[in-house]
């Protein structure tokens, strides 16, 4: 797989990215805080006495990986290269590492903080296939053809020209390739009922096989966290997670956003 240099672009939505890093400034060395992304209830993964703390933000993660297995994903994914653009602190990948296996799994993120972090945090030298890189996810640094599947989660709504990040992950996955996407979106925003009704014109070289308005699964598990993470988050600098997951829930119950999942397969 071939790399060349790629400095990260500046023109991604800079609002929501300062509001990403004003978060993360004071808790970027926190390595209990491995996960920003929503949760999915109820919970459909085997997990850990560990991984119970973020039951939810894993469920969703496997709940994407099980709905591409059911629209012809292989579930044998030993044999898979896997590119997840938009890692973040890195949990989610290292869950599908640990649980799936898959042969190589590259953590790519915009923000060299979170590269460190989950190189840190996340790869020992028992880790196998599993690392963390810096990069742009509309100009990526890898050669055509190059993933089995690539994962994009409450990322793209930073992304400043969604169709080019739309042609990358085109260009880079293996025909055949699968594209597991969730993210937020605006109920009026046309992409949204695209989605919905499968309609593949905005995924270039890509066929939508599976789209799930998953509002009401992200809605109680923010309600069911909310509460929990006050006793598994106890302290002051920890109380922000329960926060956040009160606030989330007021906006989907509202219909001020709503959480769409879709699985989409490059042309063979």
Not at 35 to 57: I, R, T, V
Not at 62 to 85: C, R, Y
Not at 195 to 210: D, Q, R, T, V
Request: with cysteine.
């Amino acid at each position: 797989m071939a790399l060349t240099p790629v400095n990260p672009v500046d023109k991604h939505n800079n609002e929501i990215i300062q509001n990403y890093d004003a978060i993360l400034r004071d808790m970027k060395d926190q390595s209990w805080f491995i996960f920003m992304n929503h949760g999915y209830a109820p919970c459909n993964a085997q997990l850990s006495e560990d991984e119970q703390k973020w039951q939810h933000q894993i469920s969703l993660y496997n709940n994407l990986v099980l709905q591409a297995q059911k629209v012809g994903m292989s579930q044998q994914m030993q044999q898979m290269s896997i590119l997840e653009i938009g890692s973040g602190r890195g949990g989610g990948l290292a869950f599908i590492n640990r649980h799936y296996q898959p042969k190589q799994a590259i953590g790519l993120d915009l923000n060299i903080n979170q590269v460190n972090f989950c190189n840190k945090t996340h790869v020992t030298p028992q880790t196998q296939g599993l690392s963390y890189q810096q990069g742009d996810s509309c100009a990526l640094a890898f050669a055509n053809q190059s993933f089995d599947a690539i994962l994009n989660v409450e990322s793209s709504h930073c992304y400043s020209n969604i169709y080019r990040f739309y042609h990358e992950v085109s260009r880079t996955l293996k025909p055949g390739g699968f594209f597991l996407y969730t993210d937020v979106f605006h109920p009026d925003d046309p992409l949204y009922l695209q989605f919905l009704a499968l309609n593949s014109n905005e995924l270039p070289g890509m066929e939508i096989l599976y789209a799930f308005d998953m509002t009401d699964n992200v809605v109680e598990a923010c309600a069911i966290d909310k509460v929990t993470f006050k006793s598994l988050f106890p302290d002051e600098k920890h109380a922000f997670i329960s926060e956040l997951s009160a606030e989330k829930e007021a906006l989907y119950r509202t219909g001020k956003l709503k959480y769409l999942s879709v699985i989409a397969r490059k042309a063979s």
